[in-house]
Protein backbone atom coordinates (compact mmCIF):
# COMPACT_ATOMS: atom_id res chain seq x y z
CA UNK A 1 0.00 0.00 0.00
CA UNK A 2 1.63 3.39 -1.00
CA UNK A 3 2.06 6.06 1.97
CA UNK A 4 -0.54 8.07 0.07
CA UNK A 5 -2.48 8.34 -2.88
CA UNK A 6 -2.18 11.98 -4.68
CA UNK A 7 -4.97 13.93 -5.89
CA UNK A 8 -4.84 16.78 -7.76
CA UNK A 9 -4.74 19.78 -5.37
CA UNK A 10 -6.76 22.14 -4.58
CA UNK A 11 -4.75 25.96 -5.44
CA UNK A 12 -4.75 28.05 -2.04
CA UNK A 13 -3.39 31.45 -1.53
CA UNK A 14 0.00 31.63 0.10
CA UNK A 15 0.20 33.64 3.08
CA UNK A 16 3.52 35.69 3.72
CA UNK A 17 3.11 34.52 7.54
CA UNK A 18 4.16 30.96 7.45
CA UNK A 19 7.55 31.56 7.74
CA UNK A 20 9.62 28.39 6.82
CA UNK A 21 12.95 28.13 9.36
CA UNK A 22 16.52 28.30 7.79
CA UNK A 23 18.31 27.78 11.40
CA UNK A 24 18.53 26.26 14.80
CA UNK A 25 18.00 29.77 16.26
CA UNK A 26 14.42 30.27 14.93
CA UNK A 27 12.35 31.68 17.35
CA UNK A 28 9.68 29.39 18.78
CA UNK A 29 6.06 30.81 17.18
CA UNK A 30 3.85 31.69 20.71
CA UNK A 31 0.44 32.40 18.85
CA UNK A 32 -1.10 29.32 16.91
CA UNK A 33 -1.82 30.63 13.53
CA UNK A 34 -4.40 28.27 12.54
CA UNK A 35 -7.30 26.23 13.73
CA UNK A 36 -7.79 23.17 12.72
CA UNK A 37 -10.91 20.73 13.52
CA UNK A 38 -10.73 16.94 13.76
CA UNK A 39 -14.50 15.87 12.57
CA UNK A 40 -15.65 12.00 11.79
CA UNK A 41 -17.87 9.51 13.24
CA UNK A 42 -17.89 7.87 17.11
CA UNK A 43 -14.65 6.27 18.01
CA UNK A 44 -12.72 6.50 14.83
CA UNK A 45 -10.34 8.28 16.41
CA UNK A 46 -9.72 11.92 16.38
CA UNK A 47 -8.81 12.45 20.10
CA UNK A 48 -6.22 9.52 19.83
CA UNK A 49 -5.09 11.47 16.79
CA UNK A 50 -4.73 15.51 18.64
CA UNK A 51 -2.49 13.23 21.07
CA UNK A 52 -0.56 11.90 18.57
CA UNK A 53 -0.02 15.34 16.86
CA UNK A 54 0.20 17.24 20.50
CA UNK A 55 0.82 14.98 22.82
CA UNK A 56 -2.22 16.03 25.15
CA UNK A 57 -5.43 13.89 25.72
CA UNK A 58 -8.42 16.30 25.20
CA UNK A 59 -10.92 13.77 26.48
CA UNK A 60 -10.65 15.76 29.79
CA UNK A 61 -13.96 15.90 31.52
CA UNK A 62 -14.85 12.87 34.09
CA UNK A 63 -18.21 11.81 31.73
CA UNK A 64 -16.03 11.55 28.49
CA UNK A 65 -13.15 9.26 30.71
CA UNK A 66 -15.90 7.18 31.31
CA UNK A 67 -17.62 6.82 28.00
CA UNK A 68 -14.55 6.77 25.82
CA UNK A 69 -16.21 9.60 23.41
CA UNK A 70 -15.68 13.35 23.49
CA UNK A 71 -18.50 15.49 24.90
CA UNK A 72 -17.46 18.95 24.79
CA UNK A 73 -15.20 20.70 22.19
CA UNK A 74 -11.36 19.71 22.99
CA UNK A 75 -8.13 21.91 22.83
CA UNK A 76 -4.55 21.49 21.86
CA UNK A 77 -1.35 23.26 20.14
CA UNK A 78 1.11 21.85 18.45
CA UNK A 79 4.01 23.17 16.54
CA UNK A 80 4.89 21.61 13.48
CA UNK A 81 8.89 21.25 12.57
CA UNK A 82 11.15 20.07 10.21
CA UNK A 83 14.84 18.68 10.41
CA UNK A 84 16.92 20.67 8.44
CA UNK A 85 19.25 17.63 7.54
CA UNK A 86 16.84 15.25 6.46
CA UNK A 87 15.29 15.98 3.10
CA UNK A 88 12.19 12.94 3.56
CA UNK A 89 8.66 12.64 4.62
CA UNK A 90 10.30 11.23 7.74
CA UNK A 91 11.79 15.12 8.97
CA UNK A 92 8.48 16.49 9.55
CA UNK A 93 7.17 16.05 13.31
CA UNK A 94 6.21 17.81 16.34
CA UNK A 95 9.14 17.18 18.02
CA UNK A 96 12.71 19.23 18.69
CA UNK A 97 14.66 16.07 18.24
CA UNK A 98 14.25 14.85 14.56
CA UNK A 99 13.09 10.65 14.42
CA UNK A 100 15.47 9.86 12.09
CA UNK A 101 18.95 11.17 12.52
CA UNK A 102 18.16 13.04 16.11
CA UNK A 103 19.58 16.51 14.97
CA UNK A 104 17.84 19.73 16.28
CA UNK A 105 14.25 20.57 14.53
CA UNK A 106 13.26 24.01 13.59
CA UNK A 107 9.81 25.07 13.95
CA UNK A 108 8.04 26.05 10.66
CA UNK A 109 3.94 26.73 12.04
CA UNK A 110 2.05 27.03 15.26
CA UNK A 111 -1.19 25.58 14.95
CA UNK A 112 -4.48 24.65 17.34
CA UNK A 113 -6.69 21.89 16.99
CA UNK A 114 -10.28 21.42 17.91
CA UNK A 115 -11.53 18.29 18.55
CA UNK A 116 -15.39 17.83 17.32
CA UNK A 117 -17.24 14.99 18.92
CA UNK A 118 -18.68 12.02 16.74
CA UNK A 119 -21.23 11.44 18.52
CA UNK A 120 -25.20 11.77 16.69
CA UNK A 121 -26.23 13.35 19.98
CA UNK A 122 -23.66 15.58 20.19
CA UNK A 123 -24.11 17.41 16.65
CA UNK A 124 -24.83 21.10 18.02
CA UNK A 125 -21.71 20.76 19.61
CA UNK A 126 -19.68 19.57 16.60
CA UNK A 127 -21.29 22.65 14.22
CA UNK A 128 -20.53 25.21 17.39
CA UNK A 129 -16.99 23.82 16.63
CA UNK A 130 -17.03 24.34 13.01
CA UNK A 131 -17.69 28.21 12.94
CA UNK A 132 -14.25 28.50 14.81
CA UNK A 133 -12.02 26.34 12.53
CA UNK A 134 -10.00 27.38 9.61
CA UNK A 135 -9.22 23.92 8.29
CA UNK A 136 -10.60 20.24 9.15
CA UNK A 137 -9.30 16.45 9.52
CA UNK A 138 -12.18 14.30 8.69
CA UNK A 139 -10.85 11.07 10.10
CA UNK A 140 -12.74 7.64 8.32
CA UNK A 141 -11.82 4.34 10.27
CA UNK A 142 -10.42 1.78 7.64
CA UNK A 143 -12.31 -1.00 9.41
CA UNK A 144 -15.55 0.23 8.80
CA UNK A 145 -17.83 0.54 6.00
CA UNK A 146 -17.48 3.98 4.35
CA UNK A 147 -19.44 6.30 4.72
CA UNK A 148 -20.59 5.91 8.30
CA UNK A 149 -23.96 8.22 9.22
CA UNK A 150 -21.96 10.62 11.15
CA UNK A 151 -19.10 10.54 8.39
CA UNK A 152 -21.90 11.87 5.89
CA UNK A 153 -23.17 14.19 8.16
CA UNK A 154 -19.83 15.74 9.24
CA UNK A 155 -18.71 16.46 5.49
CA UNK A 156 -21.99 18.46 5.04
CA UNK A 157 -21.53 20.51 8.21
CA UNK A 158 -18.07 21.27 6.77
CA UNK A 159 -19.34 22.64 3.48
CA UNK A 160 -22.30 24.55 5.28
CA UNK A 161 -19.90 26.10 7.62
CA UNK A 162 -18.22 27.28 4.46
CA UNK A 163 -14.70 25.55 5.24
CA UNK A 164 -12.27 25.24 1.65
CA UNK A 165 -10.18 22.84 2.45
CA UNK A 166 -9.60 19.29 4.37
CA UNK A 167 -7.61 16.48 4.25
CA UNK A 168 -9.27 13.09 4.41
CA UNK A 169 -7.68 10.57 7.39
CA UNK A 170 -8.08 6.97 6.65
CA UNK A 171 -7.40 5.74 9.85
CA UNK A 172 -6.77 2.40 11.75
CA UNK A 173 -5.06 0.68 8.94
CA UNK A 174 -2.70 -1.15 11.62
CA UNK A 175 -5.59 -3.11 12.20
CA UNK A 176 -6.93 -4.51 8.72
CA UNK A 177 -5.37 -5.87 5.63
CA UNK A 178 -3.91 -4.40 2.45
CA UNK A 179 -7.08 -5.43 1.01
CA UNK A 180 -9.20 -4.31 3.53
CA UNK A 181 -7.38 -0.37 3.23
CA UNK A 182 -8.02 -0.51 -0.47
CA UNK A 183 -11.40 -1.31 -0.99
CA UNK A 184 -11.95 1.33 2.44
CA UNK A 185 -9.73 4.06 -0.15
CA UNK A 186 -12.30 3.30 -2.85
CA UNK A 187 -15.14 4.07 -0.46
CA UNK A 188 -13.59 7.17 0.35
CA UNK A 189 -13.56 8.20 -3.08
CA UNK A 190 -16.55 7.35 -4.31
CA UNK A 191 -17.90 9.03 -0.82
CA UNK A 192 -16.39 12.16 -1.97
CA UNK A 193 -17.09 12.34 -5.77
CA UNK A 194 -19.29 15.43 -6.56
CA UNK A 195 -18.89 17.07 -3.20
CA UNK A 196 -16.41 20.24 -2.79
CA UNK A 197 -13.61 17.97 -1.54
CA UNK A 198 -13.55 15.34 -4.30
CA UNK A 199 -9.65 16.63 -5.03
CA UNK A 200 -8.81 16.42 -1.52
CA UNK A 201 -5.60 14.19 -0.16
CA UNK A 202 -6.67 11.39 1.42
CA UNK A 203 -4.01 10.22 3.58
CA UNK A 204 -3.70 6.27 5.44
CA UNK A 205 -2.37 6.66 8.93
CA UNK A 206 -2.36 4.94 12.24
CA UNK A 207 -2.80 7.11 15.06
CA UNK A 208 -2.35 4.73 18.08
CA UNK A 209 0.90 3.70 16.67
CA UNK A 210 1.92 7.03 14.80
CA UNK A 211 2.43 5.84 11.57
CA UNK A 212 2.39 7.83 9.08
CA UNK A 213 1.91 11.25 11.04
CA UNK A 214 5.05 12.72 9.40
CA UNK A 215 3.06 12.54 5.80
CA UNK A 216 0.08 13.91 7.69
CA UNK A 217 2.37 16.86 9.25
CA UNK A 218 3.86 17.26 5.56
CA UNK A 219 0.49 17.58 3.91
CA UNK A 220 -1.21 19.96 6.31
CA UNK A 221 1.59 22.15 6.05
CA UNK A 222 0.96 22.00 2.02
CA UNK A 223 -2.44 22.60 1.86
CA UNK A 224 -3.34 24.45 4.91
CA UNK A 225 -2.05 27.62 4.38
CA UNK A 226 -2.61 30.79 6.57
CA UNK A 227 -5.56 32.84 5.75
CA UNK A 228 -5.30 36.55 5.43
CA UNK A 229 -6.37 38.36 8.55
CA UNK A 230 -7.82 41.94 9.08
CA UNK A 231 -6.49 42.70 12.29
CA UNK A 232 -7.73 46.26 11.51
CA UNK A 233 -11.59 45.28 12.04
CA UNK A 234 -13.44 45.72 15.23
CA UNK A 235 -12.67 42.50 16.91
CA UNK A 236 -15.32 39.73 17.25
CA UNK A 237 -14.01 36.81 19.70
CA UNK A 238 -16.23 33.57 20.01
CA UNK A 239 -16.68 32.11 23.09
CA UNK A 240 -16.80 28.56 22.80
CA UNK A 241 -16.00 27.41 26.49
CA UNK A 242 -16.01 29.20 29.90
CA UNK A 243 -14.98 28.17 33.19
CA UNK A 244 -13.67 29.15 36.45
CA UNK A 245 -10.25 28.00 37.55
CA UNK A 246 -10.31 28.10 40.93
CA UNK A 247 -10.61 25.22 43.30
CA UNK A 248 -12.50 24.68 45.23
CA UNK A 249 -12.12 26.11 48.83
CA UNK A 250 -9.78 28.87 47.66
CA UNK A 251 -9.11 31.74 49.24
CA UNK A 252 -11.65 34.62 48.84
CA UNK A 253 -8.50 37.41 48.92
CA UNK A 254 -6.72 35.11 46.06
CA UNK A 255 -10.37 34.29 43.53
CA UNK A 256 -9.34 34.93 40.02
CA UNK A 257 -11.83 36.19 37.67
CA UNK A 258 -13.89 33.74 35.29
CA UNK A 259 -11.87 32.81 31.86
CA UNK A 260 -14.12 32.58 28.51
CA UNK A 261 -12.50 30.23 25.67
CA UNK A 262 -12.33 30.31 21.72
CA UNK A 263 -11.14 32.04 19.03
CA UNK A 264 -10.32 35.61 17.82
CA UNK A 265 -12.28 35.92 14.21
CA UNK A 266 -11.14 39.66 13.23
CA UNK A 267 -9.37 42.32 14.57
CA UNK A 268 -6.95 42.18 17.76
CA UNK A 269 -7.78 42.33 21.65
CA UNK A 270 -5.38 43.54 24.46
CA UNK A 271 -4.64 43.13 28.00
CA UNK A 272 -6.29 45.68 30.07
CA UNK A 273 -8.83 46.35 27.44
CA UNK A 274 -12.31 46.96 28.14
CA UNK A 275 -14.56 44.67 26.49
CA UNK A 276 -18.31 43.47 25.87
CA UNK A 277 -19.93 40.08 26.21
CA UNK A 278 -23.42 39.45 23.93
CA UNK A 279 -26.12 38.29 24.20
CA UNK A 280 -24.37 38.29 27.95
CA UNK A 281 -26.80 37.37 31.25
CA UNK A 282 -29.84 35.98 31.51
CA UNK A 283 -32.43 38.70 33.97
CA UNK A 284 -36.00 38.85 34.40
CA UNK A 285 -36.90 42.19 33.58
CA UNK A 286 -40.49 43.65 34.14
CA UNK A 287 -42.39 39.91 34.38
CA UNK A 288 -40.29 39.43 30.98
CA UNK A 289 -37.17 37.70 29.92
CA UNK A 290 -34.01 39.41 28.58
CA UNK A 291 -30.58 39.03 28.04
CA UNK A 292 -28.12 41.77 29.56
CA UNK A 293 -25.14 42.56 28.13
CA UNK A 294 -21.60 42.22 30.57
CA UNK A 295 -18.64 44.24 30.47
CA UNK A 296 -15.85 43.37 32.03
CA UNK A 297 -11.59 44.22 31.76
CA UNK A 298 -8.85 42.13 30.10
CA UNK A 299 -6.64 40.92 32.70
CA UNK A 300 -4.87 38.64 30.78
CA UNK A 301 -4.30 36.50 27.56
CA UNK A 302 -3.18 32.99 27.36
CA UNK A 303 -2.52 31.54 23.71
CA UNK A 304 -0.17 28.55 22.93
CA UNK A 305 0.51 28.13 25.96
CA UNK A 306 1.74 31.42 26.79
CA UNK A 307 0.91 34.88 28.42
CA UNK A 308 1.12 37.47 26.05
CA UNK A 309 -0.12 41.25 26.14
CA UNK A 310 -2.29 40.53 22.68
CA UNK A 311 -3.86 38.24 20.84
CA UNK A 312 -4.21 38.67 17.03
CA UNK A 313 -6.77 36.11 14.84
CA UNK A 314 -5.62 32.42 14.56
CA UNK A 315 -5.63 29.77 17.38
CA UNK A 316 -7.24 29.21 20.68
CA UNK A 317 -7.21 31.70 23.36
CA UNK A 318 -8.20 32.42 26.92
CA UNK A 319 -9.66 35.23 28.40
CA UNK A 320 -8.88 35.87 31.61
CA UNK A 321 -11.42 38.57 32.44
CA UNK A 322 -12.85 40.25 36.19
CA UNK A 323 -15.98 38.70 35.88
CA UNK A 324 -17.44 36.74 38.75
CA UNK A 325 -16.47 33.07 38.46
CA UNK A 326 -20.24 31.63 39.10
CA UNK A 327 -21.31 33.22 36.22
CA UNK A 328 -18.89 32.03 34.01
CA UNK A 329 -18.97 28.17 35.43
CA UNK A 330 -19.90 24.97 33.04
CA UNK A 331 -19.87 27.00 29.80
CA UNK A 332 -22.37 29.11 30.69
CA UNK A 333 -21.09 31.96 28.45
CA UNK A 334 -20.56 29.26 25.40
CA UNK A 335 -22.02 30.73 22.30
CA UNK A 336 -21.49 34.29 23.37
CA UNK A 337 -19.30 37.12 21.25
CA UNK A 338 -16.86 39.55 22.61
CA UNK A 339 -15.54 42.62 21.14
CA UNK A 340 -14.80 45.93 22.02
CA UNK A 341 -17.78 48.03 23.95
CA UNK A 342 -20.51 49.66 21.52
CA UNK A 343 -18.86 47.49 18.29
CA UNK A 344 -20.84 44.00 18.61
CA UNK A 345 -23.22 43.14 16.15
CA UNK A 346 -27.04 43.16 17.36
CA UNK A 347 -28.12 40.41 19.36
CA UNK A 348 -31.40 38.69 17.60
CA UNK A 349 -34.60 37.74 19.79
CA UNK A 350 -35.68 36.38 16.11
CA UNK A 351 -34.26 35.42 13.05
CA UNK A 352 -35.37 36.44 9.59
CA UNK A 353 -33.87 33.60 7.09
CA UNK A 354 -33.22 32.93 3.99
CA UNK A 355 -33.46 28.86 3.64
CA UNK A 356 -31.26 26.75 1.29
CA UNK A 357 -32.52 23.50 2.35
CA UNK A 358 -30.26 20.19 1.47
CA UNK A 359 -32.50 17.04 -0.96
CA UNK A 360 -31.65 14.65 1.24
CA UNK A 361 -31.49 14.16 5.31
CA UNK A 362 -27.82 13.47 6.13
CA UNK A 363 -26.49 11.05 9.04
CA UNK A 364 -29.04 8.65 8.59
CA UNK A 365 -28.69 4.98 6.88
CA UNK A 366 -31.97 5.39 5.17
CA UNK A 367 -33.05 8.10 2.37
CA UNK A 368 -34.96 10.56 3.69
CA UNK A 369 -35.79 13.86 1.51
CA UNK A 370 -36.20 16.90 3.26
CA UNK A 371 -39.32 18.56 3.20
CA UNK A 372 -39.99 22.59 3.50
CA UNK A 373 -39.85 24.22 6.43
CA UNK A 374 -43.43 24.55 8.20
CA UNK A 375 -45.04 26.64 10.41
CA UNK A 376 -45.26 26.13 14.03
CA UNK A 377 -42.14 23.75 13.55
CA UNK A 378 -38.99 23.75 15.92
CA UNK A 379 -35.91 24.03 14.57
CA UNK A 380 -32.19 23.70 15.72
CA UNK A 381 -29.98 26.70 14.87
CA UNK A 382 -26.29 27.00 15.13
CA UNK A 383 -24.61 30.50 14.71
CA UNK A 384 -21.02 31.59 14.75
CA UNK A 385 -20.30 29.24 17.90
CA UNK A 386 -24.09 29.68 19.63
CA UNK A 387 -26.99 26.74 19.61
CA UNK A 388 -30.29 27.77 19.90
CA UNK A 389 -33.75 26.76 19.24
CA UNK A 390 -36.23 28.86 17.14
CA UNK A 391 -39.91 28.54 16.64
CA UNK A 392 -40.81 29.14 12.71
CA UNK A 393 -44.08 31.88 13.72
CA UNK A 394 -43.45 33.16 10.01
CA UNK A 395 -42.66 32.02 6.04
CA UNK A 396 -43.52 34.59 4.00
CA UNK A 397 -41.80 35.45 0.32
CA UNK A 398 -39.33 32.59 0.47
CA UNK A 399 -37.93 34.03 4.10
CA UNK A 400 -38.52 32.27 7.44
CA UNK A 401 -38.79 33.56 10.64
CA UNK A 402 -37.82 32.10 14.39
CA UNK A 403 -38.43 33.37 17.73
CA UNK A 404 -35.41 32.13 19.36
CA UNK A 405 -35.45 30.22 22.55
CA UNK A 406 -31.80 31.97 23.73
CA UNK A 407 -31.13 35.35 21.73
CA UNK A 408 -28.08 35.44 19.45
CA UNK A 409 -25.05 38.22 18.54
CA UNK A 410 -24.36 37.91 15.07
CA UNK A 411 -23.68 40.50 11.42
CA UNK A 412 -26.68 40.56 8.58
CA UNK A 413 -25.85 37.54 6.02
CA UNK A 414 -24.18 35.35 8.67
CA UNK A 415 -24.92 31.63 8.02
CA UNK A 416 -27.24 29.83 9.99
CA UNK A 417 -26.61 25.69 10.19
CA UNK A 418 -30.22 24.19 10.05
CA UNK A 419 -31.37 20.92 12.23
CA UNK A 420 -34.66 19.40 12.43
CA UNK A 421 -35.95 16.68 14.61
CA UNK A 422 -36.09 13.42 12.66
CA UNK A 423 -37.51 10.41 15.24
CA UNK A 424 -35.19 11.22 18.46
CA UNK A 425 -32.19 13.30 16.91
CA UNK A 426 -31.27 16.53 15.20
CA UNK A 427 -31.10 15.98 11.90
CA UNK A 428 -28.66 18.71 9.62
CA UNK A 429 -31.37 19.74 7.20
CA UNK A 430 -29.44 22.86 5.50
CA UNK A 431 -28.25 26.15 5.71
CA UNK A 432 -29.76 29.85 5.80
CA UNK A 433 -28.22 33.43 5.95
CA UNK A 434 -29.51 36.10 8.76
CA UNK A 435 -31.51 39.18 7.12
CA UNK A 436 -32.80 42.39 8.20
Partial sequence: MPRTAKPKKEKTKKSSKVKVSKTKKEKEPVQPEINIGLVGHVDHGKTTLVSALSGKWTDTHSE?????ITIRLGYADSVFRKCSKCNDPECYNVSKKCNKCK???????????????????LMATMLSGATIIDYALLLIAANEECPQPQTREHLMALEISGIKNIIIVQNKIDIVSDEQVLKNYNEIKEFIKGTSYENSPIIPISAQHQTNIDLLIKTMLDYFKVPERDASKNPMFFVARSFDINSPGSDPLKIRGGVLGGSLKQGKLSVGEEIEIKPGRKIDKGGKVLWEPMTTKITGLMTGGCDVKEILPGGSVGIMTLLDPAIVKSDSLSGSVVGLKGKLPNVWYSLKLETHLLKRVVGLKQDI???????NEILMLNVNSAATVGFVNEIKKGLV????????????????????????????????????
Fill in 401 to 436: NCALKIPVCAEVNSRVSISRRVGTRWRLIGHGIIKE
Fill in 103 to 121: SETNPLLKVSFVDAPGHES
Fill in 369 to 375: SVEKIKL
Fill in 64 to 68: EMKRG
